[in-house]
T-cell receptor, first 115, second 111 residues
């Protein structure tokens, strides 16, 4: 079974609007971490935001927030006030405590911001 | 500045040749990783290492080899046994339960 599922291959959003990128995960480990990364066309992976499985509140970092719904095993990324520079691939990832330091990545969502 | 360096950025090789991709970090991270990314795809784990002189196979280790003789360095060799070596290769490192830091990547083209 896939550890991380991103069902939106491509998304479009109008500049200055908010957009939600979906991510669901599969684990039986009670201790895990969820991460979102941005990959511009240049190829580097940029860390955006982290949510721990025991965190009571949703993580926020500037215009990025993570909508963490533990019972539904979802960790959607919300980008507010989209900018043209937000156009990129976005990857959701998970790390489980019992598999040590191995990370699992989704297949990514390509976001295009329209002026 | 602390970070991860990968060299070279672009690499071209003839089929049948082994090639080694460099990855160096000065973040004092224990764990290091190699991923492969094909066009329009996600990241697939090749190998990872949690400590010096130890490493584990990832999902697609066949045709690749690694070494971890120093904490700072985790070179990846793409051998002639790898059937489709042309891809974008990303190296990463992490400490404890923190996020992974990535290098800029190496684009390998084998003809």
């Amino acid at each position: 079974a896939q550890k991380i599922t991103q069902t939106q291959p491509g998304m479009f959003v109008q500049e200055k609007e908010a957009v939600t990128l979906d991510c669901t995960y599969d684990t039986s480990d009670p201790s895990y971490g969820l991460f979102w990364y941005k990959q511009p066309s240049s190829g580097e992976m940029i860390f955006l935001i982290y949510q721990g499985s025991y965190d009571q509140q949703n993580a926020t970092e500037g215009r990025y927030s993570l909508n963490f719904q533990k019972a539904r095993k979802s960790a959607n990324l919300v980008i507010s006030a989209s900018q043209l520079g937000d156009s990129a691939m976005y990857f959701c990832a998970m790390r489980e405590a019992f598999t040590g330091n191995q990370f699992y990545f989704g297949t990514g969502t390509s976001l295009t911001v329209i002026p | 500045d602390g970070g991860i360096t990968q060299s070279p950025k672009y690499l071209f090789r003839k089929e049948g040749q082994n090639v080694t991709l460099s990855c160096e970090q000065n973040l004092n991270h224990d764990a290091m990783y190699w991923y492969r990314q094909d066009p329009g795809q996600g990241l697939r784990l090749i190998y990872y290492s949690q400590i010096v002189n130890d490493f584990q196979k990832g999902d697609i280790a066949e045709g690749y080899s690694v070494s971890r003789e120093k904490k700072e360095s985790f070179p990846l060799t793409v051998t002639s046994a790898q059937k489709n070596p042309t891809a974008f290769y990303l190296c990463a490192s992490s400490m404890g339960s923190s996020e992974q830091y990535f290098g800029p990547g190496t684009r390998l083209t084998v003809t």
